[in-house]
């Protein structure tokens, strides 16, 4: 797989390994180094708590459009009879589940795929080389992220024997998000829904790994697939071919049943228009023996074509499900489970890195300076082509904060410590790792408030 060209602020460490890689700097001493650790462990405890709230949010607003929940089965008819009240609550609790879920995919340095990459991958081909229509008018809202997107050559096999070269991102991760509308909606259109592929009215959430661009058509479960023009002329030239000699042979059975017909509804008088006597024709049973072998020979044909085309279209619909299950990570609410841990490990990451950056570098930087300088330390970490994202990081950083009644300040008042804050030059500042874990203790003491 090349070296993608465009960089992403995916971190590709996990993050114990991450926190290795700054232990082995040498910029810690003894003392530091079991510090720096604990800072560590608790920040993640502090992330996985951050996210599980969030978690709970996306659980609670996803429950009504879950296809595979078990507590109500009856919901969808329930939905229909609603009142306007109980509807309006339902569109916010939709609108409040996609925000959420774009928040997280975002947190978990997942990139939103445009509308325009869309429609590109579906006029266009890689590992599935078949036509595909998407009605996007089915869907109240859709969800696409991907995250790292190497540029690769495929060499594909095409028709047994020519190769071809397909020149396509292939994605590392996707996930793809749909909501359905209503079953109104295609009665009205004079769709049985009973023949669908999907529930009206429900949510479907897919997560896949290394999908090439040119075949996410094929992710969505309202896709229709078709044989391209090469396949089709594959296709017919043949059956073309040997209906042309299955005619040829049995000519002269047609004949004698066009020459019956004749007789029957215009009168003798007219068999000279296609070569025959009446004599040929009166005796019956040379025409029911040719109109038995011209319908064993053309239902023979027939069923051969048949069965042709049907194994045809199975070897595409295998091509299709190996492609779908094999790559296939997590469906609906996994999903999310899913990328909850992936943004709860991103963001830990990346203030590890800032923390730690700040910490062991005692001249001021800015926050530019800092990005560079993280982005140059990845790169020497065998990661060159993280865009990191410190705008983001700072955010969160700064978001940290609590009144530690043991860290005090003028006239013995307790101070708030910050995790991280900019000074008036525009330089940033992280707290000694001391006051570090104080900070995030004080954060855990203080999450609940009951008492």
């Known amino acids: 797989m090349a070296a993608s060209s465009e960089r992403e602020s995916f971190i590709p460490y996990t993050r114990e390994e991450l926190i290795d890689l700054c232990i082995d700097d040498g910029r810690l001493t003894a003392d530091e180094v079991i510090q720096f650790r604990a800072f560590c462990e608790l920040l993640a405890a502090h992330a996985n708590f951050r996210f599980h709230a969030l978690l709970e949010t996306l659980k609670s607003n996803y429950a009504p459009f879950d296809p595979d929940a078990v507590t109500h089965p009856d919901r969808l008819e329930a939905?229909?009879?609603?009142?306007?009240?109980?509807?309006?609550?339902?569109?916010?609790?939709?609108?409040?589940?996609?925000?959420?879920l774009r928040y997280t995919l975002e947190c978990a340095n997942y990139r939103e795929l445009d509308d325009m990459a869309i429609h590109e991958a579906i006029e266009n081909a890689a590992l599935i080389d078949l036509r595909a229509e998407i009605d996007f008018d089915d869907f109240d809202h859709m969800v696409f992220y991907y995250r790292g997107a190497a540029p690769t050559a495929l060499e594909l096999t095409r028709y047994y024997f020519w190769k071809?070269?397909?020149?396509?991102?292939?994605?590392?991760?996707?996930?793809?998000?749909?909501?359905?509308?209503?079953?109104?909606?295609?009665?009205?259109?004079?769709?049985?829904?009973?023949?669908?592929?999907?529930?009206?009215?429900?949510?479907?959430?897919?997560?896949?790994?290394?999908?090439?661009?040119?075949?996410?058509?094929?992710?969505?479960?309202?896709?229709?697939?078709?044989?391209?023009?090469?396949?089709?002329?594959?296709?017919?030239?043949?059956?073309?071919?040997?209906?042309i000699s299955v005619i040829y042979k049995i000519s002269s059975s047609i004949l004698l049943i066009v020459g019956l017909l004749i007789l029957l509804l215009m009168g003798p008088a007219y068999l000279h228009w296609i070569g025959l006597h009446e004599e040929q024709i009166q005796n019956y049973t040379p025409v029911l023996f040719a109109f038995f072998s011209l319908s064993v020979a053309?239902?023979?044909?027939?069923?051969?074509?048949y069965f042709g085309y049907q194994n045809r279209r199975m070897k595409y619909m295998k091509d299709v499900m190996d492609t779908l299950f094999f790559k296939n990570r997590a469906a609906n609410a996994s999903v999310f489970h899913t990328v909850i841990d992936a943004a709860e490990e991103e963001e830990t990451k990346e203030i590890i890195l800032v923390y730690y950056h700040l910490?062991?570098?005692?001249?001021?930087?800015?926050?530019?300076?800092?990005d560079a300088r993280i982005e140059a330390w990845l790169a020497e970490k065998d990661a060159p082509a993280v865009n990191f994202d410190i705008e983001h990081t700072m955010q969160q950083m700064q978001a940290l904060r609590?009144?530690?009644?043991?860290?005090?300040?003028?006239?013995?008042?307790?101070?708030?410590?910050?995790?991280?804050?900019?000074?008036?030059?525009?330089?940033?500042?992280?707290?000694?790792?001391?006051?570090?874990?104080?900070?995030?203790?004080?954060?855990?003491?203080?999450?609940?408030?009951?008492?």
């Open 79 to 100: 939905r229909r009879d609603q009142g306007k009240g109980e509807a309006i609550a339902s569109d916010i609790k939709e609108d409040r589940f996609v925000d959420t």
């Open 164 to 243: 071809k070269k397909v020149e396509t991102a292939v994605f590392d991760q996707v996930v793809l998000g749909i909501k359905f509308k209503d079953a109104g909606y295609f009665h009205g259109r004079k769709v049985k829904v009973e023949k669908l592929n999907f529930t009206p009215g429900l949510m479907y959430l897919y997560m896949y790994r290394n999908i090439p661009k040119y075949d996410l058509e094929l992710l969505f479960p309202n896709v229709k697939l078709h044989m391209n023009l090469v396949d089709r002329l594959l296709f017919i030239l043949p059956a073309l071919g040997a209906g």
């Open 298 to 305: 053309l239902g023979g044909f027939a069923v051969k074509q």
């Open 359 to 370: 910490l062991t570098h005692h001249a001021p930087l800015t926050p530019n300076a800092l």
């Open 402 to 451: 609590a009144t530690c009644p043991h860290h005090a300040g003028v006239a013995g008042m307790a101070d708030e410590l910050v995790l991280a804050r900019v000074d008036e030059q525009g330089c940033c500042h992280v707290l000694p790792l001391v006051d570090a874990k104080r900070l995030l203790d004080n954060v855990w003491d203080n999450a609940f408030q009951y008492a």
